[in-house]
């Protein structure tokens, strides 16, 4: 691995060219011990990225990276391995190493990019929140990823803890630190219920373009993109563009002609860049995703061996409609209002049932 993070310390050879060196010497190991041979499989390489390989500070750094790694409990994702993202590593862009701390695994069947505006809106954190918590209900255990960045970003995170999802933060700096500093405490959250990564290493002194670079990492990361809220320009846009090119599926939440935190959404939903969505259902048909079942069949009831038969039959309902109020429950289980909301009382007592706004119902989350 030293050489392998030695190899991504080098300044000024993109990540394309940097794996054109791997796919021509194979060895990261080989470029650093056996520079003069080089020439023999790359004929055509530049002097610069020959001197460059000469630099022993850079083996130095490595080191010290390593040591800082190992301290910090901090895992070193090369892009060859199993354990790098899989739809990330069909980027040609995609970095060579991702440095990650956390205790979930990236590679997961679905994996949702939540991006918008730093300047959110009440309209779009209630967007944010109303999708992720939908998509919780109906049985979809998405990876949430985002960047941690204020406004719908540090939302989208903050949602999908709340929800029981785990999150992802790609960052725009090292792990050495979090930025915004007012996200640590999420940023620490996450670490048990996510993770956080980036392509810096600790030594990188960060920048401006690093955020903007960071982009293509959300947008290669997921199967999906989804944009809540974006002026005419601005990173979430970069962002959606990226995914394009990765040829990814972009969606966005409309908004009024007259809100300019919609305008960049609108805009895309007009030249046909993207796909509306204004709620769960909408990313269902979308990307064909099918809930995963609260009670795969009837028999499964029986792990609450506890429950009378009227708490099974509510729970049976809710399976079927997620969220109820109680006169619905009332009309479809034949029981009076006053019965439901006894029942109701006891199921919340025993940790099956929530109340949410609106004098609503579901099952607890986690069930």
């Given at each position: 691995m030293l050489y392998k993070i030695a190899l991504c310390m080098l300044q000024g050879i993109s990540c394309r060219n940097l794996k054109l060196l791997m796919d021509a010497c194979g060895d990261a190991?080989?470029?650093f011990k056996e520079r003069k041979r080089i020439l023999e499989k790359m004929?055509?390489?530049?002097?610069?990225?020959?001197?460059?390989?000469?630099?022993?500070?850079?083996?130095e750094d490595a080191e010290r990276e390593l040591l800082f790694l190992e301290k910090h409990s901090i895992r070193p994702l090369w892009y060859e391995d199993a354990s790098y993202p899989m739809l990330l590593k069909h980027c040609e862009d995609a970095p060579l190493v991702l440095f990650s701390k956390g205790n979930v695994s990236i590679n997961t069947k679905r994996c949702l990019s939540i991006v918008g505006t730093r300047k959110a809106t009440s309209y779009g954190i209630g967007m944010c929140e109303a999708l992720i918590s939908g998509l919780s209900r109906k049985g979809h255990h998405p990876l949430i990823i985002s960047g941690l960045a204020y406004g719908i970003d540090i939302c989208a995170h903050r949602a999908a803890l709340k929800n029981g999802l785990d999150t992802v933060a790609v960052l725009g700096h090292s792990l050495r630190e979090i930025y915004p500093s007012e996200h640590r405490e999420t940023a620490k959250e996450m670490i048990?219920?996510?993770?956080?990564?980036t392509e810096f290493h600790?030594?990188?002194q960060g920048g401006k373009s690093n955020f903007v670079r960071r982009n293509r990492i959300i947008a290669g990361i997921s199967e999906a993109t989804l944009v809540i809220e974006s002026d005419l320009k601005g990173g979430s846009l970069i962002t959606a563009e990226l995914a394009l090119?990765?040829?990814?599926?972009?969606?966005?939440v409309p908004g009024r002609s007259t809100d300019r935190m919609s305008k960049g959404c609108n805009q895309f939903i007009r030249n046909q860049k993207a796909a509306l969505v204004e709620s769960p259902e909408d990313l269902e048909y979308y990307?064909?995703?099918?809930p995963d079942p609260i009670f795969k069949n009837p028999a499964q009831l029986n792990c609450f061996p506890e429950l009378s038969e009227s708490e099974r039959s509510i729970l049976t309902l809710f399976k079927k409609h997620n969220t109820m109020n109680v006169n619905e429950l009332s009309l479809k289980s034949g029981k009076t209002v006053s019965q439901i909301l006894n029942l109701l009382l006891e199921m919340e007592l025993k940790g099956l049932v929530e109340t949410i706004p609106g004098n609503q119902f579901r099952l607890a989350t986690g069930l």
């Open positions: 190991e080989f470029l004929p055509g390489i530049r002097p610069e990225v020959l001197l460059l390989l000469s630099n022993k500070k850079i083996l048990s219920h996510g993770a956080l990564i600790s030594l990188d090119s990765y040829h990814r599926e972009v969606f966005c990307l064909g995703w099918t």
